[in-house]
């Protein structure tokens, strides 16, 4: 969100920058609305804590609410596996070359980690018992690809935000088939979420995540954990 | 247009929550019952915008008597009702209001289907109404426990708001689940006699995973009020640990004897206080093995 508030910013500063202006009837915050580089839409208002609520509304019924607590669980659960991930591999690769790279990439995490904890404290949303699990398999995945050295670090990154954008994108298409109006804050954020770990992934790839050798069975073996990790956070 | 409905939306739900705070005296109960119920009907998205902490719990003051179940059916109203014309009133609502006529009988009947039978009666109901209840006594125990708890968050509501304004200090942790596990507790003094038998009806089989429900939102929301935000597995341990509290006092306080179960707050005292001193000794030791400092 503060990544789109400084683009929206930008956009108004250049001359002709397209934006449109709106105002909610209920809190009368006005809320921008410009389209940013790449074709994407966002919405960003500077005011977005005086709405009359958070990131997800008020659940009609039970249904709605479990969806919204499982998606939000999920997330919450996926990037604190990745957070742990990028600790191992600073553990291991944080006074090489990578390592200021590894570090950019697991401070973006973090702030993601940051965000979850927010709007599930907000939401009261219960957290996954899995956590600890995660913590310790996310760590052993991150510390054993980097000592395979940079390029299996990178594959690492790769497998995984792919599998992370994956995810999201389901999520995404799950909400927008529901109701896009409903869900538009957290439409967002896992939007600008998604873009930055298709950020990372794309970075692994620059950073020779393929020359690893066994690149292949590396990738599909951790995307293969991944889906089970996701399937198993959900419920849990 | 979305910002029009919605405007139009919370209008109604804000006639509706008018409607149902004035729902107090029960003769008039049925006449708002009604036509609340058929503004909420009328709307779609019923509840009023409640994501901070404040609203989500003005709205459960007004719905003090029912319990959440009640609730979801008025909204989505499945037409089970079969009750007769201009009482909206669905099935689940009936049997909250006889419930609640019951509880009066319990000290007499015991929590059973006879306190059920006479709870009817009171209401103009014929006896044999308790055809309606497959698993009476267990449903009565759950109605009194689901408005003991909704009880409980009004009060714990109103404290956050006092603190809020500025008109009261917030207490430390261990002090406000003091306060919180004996004002719950409390509310069993009445039926304290017979409380031993509901307990063992909770027992039951198929009331398990109701009372293991109710148990969990209980010590969720007391939690929430203490100020617990926490996102890991402290999430658990915290509400594992005041579940064993919760229920190791109610076990002592079914056995008390003493005057104004004195020894019953005794006892809460000095389980809140072993496990705020484990909790002191757990971290002390972490930060001698250095790993208090993660992430």
Known sequence: ??????????????????????????????????????????????????????????????????????????????????????????????RTRTGPLIQEMWDQEKKHLEKFNEILAENRVRPTALLPLWNIAGFVL????????????MACTVAVEESISEHYNSQIRALMEKDPERYIELLNIIKEFRDDEMDHHDTGLEHDAETLPGYWLLKNAIQLGCKAAIYVSQRI | MASLLRVLRTGRAFRGLGNALTRQSGSLRRGFYGSALRLENESKSDKPPSSSSTMYH??????????????????????????????????EQLQARIFTAALEFVQQYGWSMEAIAAGAETLGLSSA??????????????????????????????????????????????????????????????????????????????????????????VDDIWYYAGDRSTDMNWYTKRAALTGIYNTTELVMVQDSSPDFQDTWNFLDNRIQDVVNMATTIKQLKNIAGMNQRQ
Not at chain 1, 142 to 153: D, H, I, P
Not at chain 2, 64 to 87: A, L, V
Not at chain 2, 177 to 192: G, H, K, Q, T
Request: proline share 5%; glycine share 10%.
């Open chain 1, 1 to 94: 969100m503060q990544r789109a508030a400084n683009t929206a910013l930008h956009g108004c500063a250049q001359a002709g920058g397209p934006a449109v202006f709106s105002r909610c009837f209920i809190c009368r915050v006005t809320v921008m609305t410009l389209r940013v580089g790449g074709g994407r839409s966002v919405t960003a208002s500077p005011w977005q804590s005086s709405r009359a609520y958070g990131v997800i509304p008020p659940p009609r019924d039970p249904e709605e609410k479990e969806m919204l607590h499982r998606i939000l669980r999920v997330d919450h659960a996926g990037e604190y596996g990745a957070n742990r991930i990028y600790a191992g591999q600073m553990a291991v690769l944080g």
């Open chain 1, 142 to 153: 991150g510390a054993s690809t980097a000592v395979l050295g940079k390029e299996g670090a």
């Open chain 2, 58 to 91: 003005e709205h459960y003051q007004a719905h003090p008597n029912e319990k959440g179940d009640s609730i979801r059916s008025n909204m989505s109203y499945q037409d089970q009702s079969g009750e007769h014309g201009e009482e909206y009133e669905t099935e």
């Open chain 2, 129 to 218: 109404s308790t055809g309606m209840f497959s698993n009476g006594a267990g449903d009565l125990v759950l109605h009194f426990i689901a408005q003991c708890n909704s009880n409980l968050t009004d009060i714990l509501t109103e404290q956050h708001k006092h603190v809020q304004l500025g008109q009261a200090e917030t207490k430390k942790t261990s002090d406000f689940l003091r306060d919180a596990v004996e004002c719950r507790l409390r509310m069993y003094i009445p039926y304290i006699e017979t409380w031993p038998q509901a307990m063992s009806i909770l027992l039951l089989p198929h009331n398990i995973p109701h009372s293991l429900k109710h148990l969990s939102t209980l």
